[in-house]
T-cell receptor, first 114, second 112 residues
Framework: GAGVSQSPSNKVTEKGKDVELRCDPISGHTALYWYRQSLGQGLEFLIYFQGNSAPDKSGLPSDRFSAERTGGSVSTLTIQRTQQEDSAVYLC????????????FGPGTRLTVL | QKEVEQNSGPLSVPEGAIASLNCTYSDRGSQSFFWYRQYSGKSPELIMSIYSNGDKEDGRFTAQLNKASQYVSLLIRDSQPSDSATYLCAVNLGGGSEKLVFGKGTKLTVNP
């Protein structure tokens, strides 16, 4: 079966523009996670969804960042008024149920803010 | 601040040798521990998980956990050039938290 997919694979935008990043989890996976990986940095947790609810948004760095999930499937991460420090690879992961044991990562979206 | 620390490397070992990767974590209440492998330009891939003190072996990989010392390690026996990658240590704090806290990774190079 298909793995986690993300789109676009690359996004170049100008400072101040809004961007939307999409994640399609593995079919049937109820848990979905967003992470960010900046150059030379480890993976940074952003937000976790269980179904359509987000019980943990503690990693979102500012109110410019938001995410939603619909139908218990596709998730969109939106960054408003992008800044250069938002440049990173944004990774999505999904797992069959609660718990981090079986998180499967997508290929990521490389965001570059000029 | 919950932290996971790893030596950034690079760690270089000859083919056939044992590669030893180390990780320390700051939160004594951490419950679950994971090692991910990340090839350059690729997404992380889970290779080992460990939950209790001691050793856990899976093929050429052995994870070791010492909660008293807040230390987790990954040993790769008979290292192969295809093992060359960045290895990420990740910790789940438990207590209902679902998120993983990652170290910055150790870059391993296995020389033929």
């Amino acid at each position: 079966g298909a793995g986690v997919s993300q789109s676009p694979s690359n996004k170049v935008t100008e400072k101040g523009k809004d961007v939307e990043l999409r994640c399609d989890p593995i079919s049937g996976h109820t848990a979905l996670y967003w992470y960010r990986q900046s150059l030379g940095q480890g993976l940074e947790f952003l937000i976790y969804f269980q179904g359509n609810s987000a019980p943990d948004k503690s990693g979102l760095p500012s109110d410019r960042f938001s995410a939603e999930r619909t139908g218990g499937s596709v998730s969109t991460l939106t960054i408003q008024r992008t800044q250069q420090e938002d440049s990173a690879v944004y990774l999505c992961a999904s797992s069959l149920s609660r718990g981090p044991d079986t998180q499967y990562f997508g290929p990521g979206t490389r965001l570059t803010v000029l | 601040q919950k932290e996971v620390e790893q030596n950034s490397g690079p760690l270089s070992v000859p083919e056939g040798a044992i590669a030893s990767l180390n990780c320390t974590y700051s939160d004594r209440g951490s419950q679950s521990f994971f090692w991910y492998r990340q090839y350059s330009g690729k997404s992380p891939e889970l290779i080992m998980s460990i939950y209790s003190n001691g050793d856990k072996e899976d093929g050429r990989f052995t994870a070791q956990l010492n909660k008293a010392s807040q230390y987790v390690s990954l040993l790769i026996r008979d290292s192969q050039p295809s093992d060359s990658a960045t290895y990420l240590c990740a910790v789940n704090l438990g207590g209902g938290s679902e998120k993983l806290v990652f170290g910055k990774g150790t870059k391993l190079t296995v020389n033929p």
